[in-house]
T-cell receptor
Framework: AQSVTQLDSHVSVSEGTPVLLRCNYS??????LFWYVQHPNKGLQLLLK??????LVKGINGFEAEFKKSETSFHLTKPSAHMSDAAEYFC????????????FGTGTSLTVIP | ETGVTQTPRHLVMGMTNKKSLKCEQH?????MYWYKQSAKKPLELMFV???????ENNSVPSRFSPECPNSSHLFLHLHTLQPEDSALYLC??????????????FGQGTRLTVV
């Protein structure tokens, strides 16, 4: 079975401070993990993905995430928040034997305070 | 632009109307998906098509009827909807057969309002 848990439904940070969005996963097999961002009334855009190569993954807009198998975590970070980062973020897991399905977390809403 | 185009972007329909949502991808993908995103609810998978064959119907009511005529196009036919069906409907595509390593590409969505 595959699932993800996003530990925070809302996160608020001040502009210029670090961002941490937390995600834990459950997977019976070697997972692939993704982070997507969604701005209001828009589709989902891929930020980064992990597919069993390097455990520290760098994505777009200065975001990165580290796959930690021992902690079953895939937390998303950014050193310095920008106003344009305010959005909804989704952690997603997939893998072999899932019938090409993606399993979404419930999302984390990021607010950036000026 | 992600390479996945959805039309229309906005749709208002009465409960007795029949309408269709269209999704088109030119990424060469062979898997396509419909998702429903309601306010304050998790993203809900509705249907999955792999190589034009429906492989997942996530207990969706029959008033939603998908159609996948080829690997580039996906439709969602709507009839006798309820107000609670108002939501953002998202289409996505991906490359099947990669052991789950390929990401999904999403369209901008259709904002549906049922009155």
């Amino acid at each position: 079975a595959q699932s993800v848990t996003q530990l925070d439904s809302h996160v608020s940070v001040s502009e210029g401070t670090p961002v941490l969005l937390r995600c834990n996963y459950s997977s019976s097999y070697s997972p692939s993990l993704f982070w997507y961002v969604q701005h209001p009334n828009k589709g989902l855009q891929l930020l980064l993905k992990y597919t069993s190569a390097a455990t520290l993954v760098k994505g777009i807009n200065g975001f990165e995430a580290e796959f930690k198998k021992s902690e079953t975590s895939f937390h998303l970070t950014k050193p310095s928040a920008h106003m344009s980062d305010a959005a909804e973020y989704f952690c997603v897991v997939s893998g072999p034997y899932t019938g090409n399905q993606f399993y979404f977390g419930t999302g984390t809403s990021l607010t950036v305070i000026p | 632009e992600t390479g996945v185009t959805q039309t229309p972007r906005h749709l208002v329909m009465g409960m007795t109307n029949k309408k269709s949502l269209k999704c088109e991808q030119h990424l060469g993908h062979n898997a396509m998906y419909w998702y429903k995103q309601s306010a304050k609810k998790p993203l809900e998978l509705m249907f999955v098509y792999n190589f034009k064959e429906q492989t997942e119907n996530n207990s969706v009511p029959s008033r939603f009827s998908p159609e996948c005529p080829n690997s580039s196009h996906l439709f969602l036919h709507l009839h006798t909807l309820q107000p609670e069906d108002s939501a953002l409907y998202l289409c996505a595509s991906s490359q099947a057969g990669t052991g789950g390593k390929a990401e999904a590409f999403f369209g901008q969505g259709t904002r549906l309002t049922v009155v």
